[in-house]
């Protein structure tokens, strides 16, 4: 499944791409997208749409898509 692969890769860069000097922590690029008023959140709601609609391909019970 090619577009697993995709989702997958997109996920961990909106999600935990980054780290965070001298803490332990990461962040991605989704806080920060949102920072750029109008776009950066149209942005991440494309890549969001795109996770969304590759795991609906998939099967996922409707359940899941909402909670996603």
């Not at 996920?11 to 920072?35: E, H, M, Q, T, Y």
């Not at 950066?40 to 909670?67: C, E, N």
Request: net charge positive; no cysteine.
């Amino acid at each position: 499944y090619p577009h697993l692969r995709v989702a997958r890769k997109l996920a961990w860069l909106l999600d935990s791409s980054l780290k965070i000097p001298f803490v332990k922590r990461r962040i991605g690029l989704d806080p920060l997208l949102g920072l750029i008023p109008a776009v950066g959140d149209a942005i991440g709601f494309g890549i969001s749409f795109y996770i969304v609609m590759v795991a609906y391909d998939l099967g996922l019970p409707p359940y899941q898509l909402w909670r996603m």
